[in-house]
């Protein structure tokens, strides 16, 4: 029973990642409405720079935690 419950628990967990996808399928902006041009080379968001830095923080992180964790048994 546990088995089953763990499998209907996980496909609707994938089923709701499916449906939540956060990608949209509309038609891009037109450029010609006043607002201004694209730039086709223009940097999707600031924070591509910072990839590298951020997954190293976030590793040092869990490493931090889990000496933490471990030292004290819970």
Excluded: C, E, H, R
């Excluded at 990642?17 to 450029?31: D, H, K, V």
């Excluded at 999707?44 to 830095?53: K, S």
């Amino acid at each position: 029973m546990k088995t089953l419950i763990n499998k209907l628990i996980s496909a609707v967990f994938l089923l709701a990642a499916l449906w939540a996808n956060a990608q949209g399928g509309g038609t891009p902006p037109n450029p010609g409405n006043g607002v201004g041009g694209v730039t086709p080379g223009a940097q999707a968001a600031p924070i591509d720079m910072y990839v590298l830095a951020l997954g190293f923080l976030a590793l040092m992180f869990i490493v931090f935690f889990a000496k933490k964790y471990k030292s004290q048994k819970i």
